[in-house]
C-alpha cells in the first residue's frame, strides 16, 4: 500500500502550486466502509498485500446501546469528511486555550489543520502536531476528543497499527464516551488490517448509532 500521498495540482489565482493531496488514504478508507457495509465480500488489495504473510492485530470497540448525538450527526460526518479532505482552502490555526481543555467542537478545529498538513504532504509533521496537543491538554474528554482526531490521521496515512495503540477506540478506554466513531474507525481498522469478522462486528456497533434518534428536545 502507498503510504505518500498522491501529488494534486490545484489551480490558485494567487500562485499556481501543488497541494500533496491526502486522497489515497481517503479513497481507501470509503473503500474499507463500502466493504464493511457489503458484508465483507469486498477486500481491498492495497490494504491486504502488508499483512497476508502476518499476525494480525485486532480492535475489540467498545459499543453503547445508545448515541446521544444520532444517526444524523453520524451519517454527517461522513460528508464532512469528504469536505474537509477535498478542501482547498487552508483551515483556522488552532490554539489550546489557557484551561488546556479541548471541546468536540476545537478538536475539531485541530483536526482540520492536521489534515492540511497531510495534504501537504506533511504527515508526519501532523502526527507530530497531534501527538504534541495531546501530552499538553488536560482532562479525560479532552484526550480523547485529540486521540479520536490522532486516529482519524493514521488511518488516512495508512498506519493502522500505530492507531491501535491508542485507547479511544478500544475497550481500553475509560471516558465513557458514546462516540458513533469509536465503532467506525474500529472497523475500518480491522477492514484495512484484513479482520473480516471484527470488522463486521464494529460496523454493526456502527449501525447502532445510525439508528439513534441523538438529543431529546
Not at 26 to 31: D, E, N, Q, R
Not at 35 to 44: E, L, V
Not at 170 to 178: K, L, V
Amino acid at each position: 500500500m502507498n503510504r505518500n500521498p498522491t501529488p494534486w495540482r490545484i489551480n490558485d489565482e494567487s500562485d499556481s502550486k501543488v497541494v500533496r493531496a491526502g486522497t489515497v488514504g481517503a479513497s481507501l478508507m470509503l473503500a474499507c466502509a463500502l466493504g464493511i457495509i457489503s458484508c465483507g465480500c469486498m477486500k481491498s488489495p492495497k490494504a491486504m498485500a502488508i499483512y497476508n504473510n502476518q499476525k494480525k492485530p485486532e480492535v475489540v470497540c467498545a459499543i453503547h446501546d445508545i448515541y446521544p448525538e444520532g444517526g444524523e450527526a453520524a451519517l454527517k460526518y461522513f460528508s464532512d469528511m469528504i469536505r474537509v479532505y477535498s478542501s482547498q482552502k487552508k483551515p483556522a490555526h488552532f490554539k489550546l486555550n489557557r484551561d488546556k481543555k479541548i471541546s468536540k467542537e476545537e478538536a475539531g478545529v485541530l483536526k482540520n489543520e492536521a489534515m492540511w498538513m497531510v495534504k501537504s504532504g506533511k504527515g508526519n509533521d501532523a502526527v507530530g502536531l497531534l501527538q504534541k496537543i495531546l501530552k499538553e491538554c488536560d482532562g479525560t474528554e479532552s484526550k480523547f476528543f485529540v486521540e479520536m482526531a490522532l486516529v482519524e490521521v493514521l488511518i488516512c496515512l495508512g498506519r493502522c497499527e500505530e492507531a491501535l495503540q491508542y485507547d479511544c477506540i478500544s475497550c481500553q478506554s475509560t471516558s465513557g464516551i458514546a462516540d458513533f466513531r469509536v465503532p467506525l474507525f474500529s472497523a475500518l481498522i480491522n477492514k484495512m488490517l484484513g479482520n473480516e469478522e471484527a470488522a463486521k462486528k464494529c460496523w454493526e456497533g456502527f449501525t447502532v448509532a445510525l439508528g439513534s434518534e441523538g438529543p431529546q428536545s
